[in-house]
């Protein structure tokens, strides 16, 4: 059974030029690095790691590889997340049912790149203690680190800094998995005199119009959520928060192609947007294939539009993972991302808002 792994606490009292938070970068290195070349990250700032670095992207020993280099010449705090935690399986006793779901069923970890490196096949009848420790032995630089991370930073006694979330701080829980796994925090958070900021859960979850990546900030909670789904969803980007003096700002990157409209598509805007998912525990009606996507229908008669890598179904369950109707307006010179091309719609996101286009109105649409 994997230990318990109690609370490290850091209070920082610092003063920087910006600060800069980063959430749930999930082992994509280029998109990190192209976060701090857009923002031209310098000396001069301060730069949060807000939690899952490493995992379901291929790059996670490079990653750490990389920031590894960066503390050294930066001013660089990281937070663990609950899947920066994967390395703690290596080390035994480990938890086999646990280690083989990483490693075999989803596969993108960093143990199975470390596995590859030492040229160890994964497999079910294989010697789960013999492979981690083999891989702890040759691999401990990496558990060291990542074991040092934080996990709850107070800044300037007015922001708090924590992976999932937290409910109050004169209760801060003795143990850091409640911190590090919180799902949907901002729902569930109540007013505090701290701000916030946070990752684990993709924004977008929360939508239920029109769906959106950036951050939310909800000052009448003081909550600040800022994972855009980056690796997690089909539509994600990476968010960096920008503090600079007391004004918050935000920019992203995104890994798609970027088009430019060709002519103005202007939809009808009595059309009420809707989104749907799944991650808020919602199980939603479909009816028939539409092309490439699923017609969903929630309890309300309302009807969107689920791309089919977005739904899994069985014999009594449809769940979909992002469905929506909403369709995008764009305008001549408008710059915006194509994330799927497919029929009848294609999928697009502009200034971090998401929606549909019909496909033949941007076929021509290219840089």
Known sequence: MLKKKKTSVLHLNLKSDRYLFISDVHGDLVSLKNALAKVNFTKADTLFLLGDIIEKGEENIAILDYLMDLKTKYNVYLLAGNCDEVLRYIIPPVDEERFKYYTL????????????????KL????AVDEVC????KNFSK???FVDSFYDLIILNDKYVLVHGGIDDLNNIPEYNEKLLKYDNFYLKASPSPYIRIVGHFPVVNYTTRRPCNNPIMDFSKNVISIDGGNRVKLTGQLNVLILEGNEFSFTYVDKYPKQICKKDVIIDPNLRPCHMDSYLGNVYYYGERLGDFY???????????SYYTNVVTDERHFFCYDATNHMINLHKGDRYSLIVRAQPFSIVKREGYIGLIDTKLVENDEL
């Open 105 to 120: 069923v989803k596969g993108q970890s960093i143990i199975n790149e470390m596995a590859a490196k030492l040229n160890i």
């Open 123 to 126: 497999s079910h009848d294989m």
């Open 133 to 136: 420790t083999t891989l702890y």
């Open 295 to 305: 017609v969903c229908y929630n309890e309300d008669g309302e009807k969107a539009y």
């Open 142 to 144: 990496y558990y060291d």
